[in-house]
């Protein structure tokens, strides 16, 4: 029997096709019906995109592409009907920082437009039925100084984005909140201890790299890091912002463990602690005048910027954990 060994959906077909093509002997010999057999039996073939080759690309733009420059990442793609589309990926020293599937106009060709915004090689390529463009390539080098505008702006704003607190507005200036921003990540990152910027250091921050990684991950809390004498405030993997502080001195040292806020303070106490908030006994993290760069100097308290101690007064809640470690 012809529909022997087969799944039932395809011998209820069969059968219908050999029904079919006797109904046609009968009427019209065996020729005509073995034609109408076999047209039945044609399965259909499932449509296809019209295109004929892998898209083309080529970047317009400024020759050499710097930060916040616009780039637009154009090209066709060979055979192609109007509402196709080609997947833009632009990459940044291997990561993507920017993937869009653009439509195909009815001549075939497609464009994206974006702004460079990250560092260091960009490779671009635009992908269509599993075949890809060449990669279109350049470099971005960052400004060895920083002046007021829009770079300054990218640079706080890179801060911000990988956890260091630059006062809550995104200035368009290096000014101190940069620069107390940029000591933390240098501590963080075990740089020299100033306020200096490096190209290097946007290079990183461009890049996503260089942000405090938190040793706990569980809850709303605080971690102080007496080796590189940093403190972040952190809601369990975020981390929300990192400070420079200064830790107790030798005769004097911070406690190590875990504790809980019980206690604040606001405003300024006899001792010249300002915002504090108190984790075991007298024992708090406070803004003082000065938090040293380069050293512990605190009776074993933790000193935070006056500038951003209301800040980490109003974000700490009683209650919350406090984790300090070498």
Not at 47 to 59: D, I, M, R, V
Not at 129 to 136: A, D, E, H, I, N
Not at 202 to 226: A, M, N, T, W
Not at 245 to 264: A, D, E, I, L, N
Request: charged share 15%.
């Amino acid at each position: 029997m012809l529909s022997e060994g087969l799944p039932p959906a395809v011998s209820a077909r069969r059968r219908s096709i050999v029904q079919n093509a006797a109904v046609v002997t009968r009427k019209g010999g065996i020729f005509i019906g073995l034609i109408a057999a076999a047209a039945a039996m044609a399965l259909p073939v499932a449509s296809a995109s019209a295109a004929t080759g892998p898209p083309t690309l080529e970047l317009n733009g400024p020759k050499d592409p710097g930060l916040l420059d616009k780039v637009t990442a154009a090209g066709s793609l060979p055979g192609a009907t109007a509402g196709e589309q080609v997947t833009v990926t632009v990459a940044a020293s291997g990561r993507t920082v920017e993937k869009k599937q653009v439509g195909v106009g009815g001549d075939g060709s497609f464009s994206f437009p974006f702004v460079v915004g990250s560092c260091c090689a960009y490779e671009v390529t635009a992908t269509s039925g599993g075949q890809s463009s060449q990669p279109q390539r350049f470099a971005v080098r960052v400004p060895k100084r920083l002046s007021k505008g829009a770079i300054s702006h990218l640079y706080n704003q890179s801060l911000v984005d990988e956890g260091y607190y630059t006062g809550g507005h995104v200035s368009g200036k290096y000014n101190h909140g940069s620069q107390l921003a940029t000591l933390a990540f240098r501590k963080v990152n075990n740089m020299a201890r100033n306020y200096q910027y490096k190209p290097v250091i946007f290079e990183k921050l461009l890049q996503g790299k260089g942000g405090f990684q938190p040793r706990y991950h569980s809850g709303h809390h605080v971690e102080v890091d007496i080796s590189r004498q940093v403190m972040a405030l952190v809601n369990g993997d975020d981390v929300v912002a990192t400070f420079h502080v200064s830790t107790g001195k030798p005769s004097t040292p911070t406690v190590r463990g875990t504790f809980h806020f019980y206690r604040k303070d606001a405003g300024y106490n006899s001792e010249g602690m300002y915002y504090s908030v108190y984790f075991i006994r007298g024992y708090a993290t406070h803004g003082f005048n000065p938090v040293p760069m380069h050293e512990a100097a605190s009776h074993g308290c933790v000193r935070n910027p006056i500038p951003f101690s209301t800040y980490i007064y109003n974000w700490i809640n009683l209650g919350d954990a406090i984790h300090i470690y070498l």
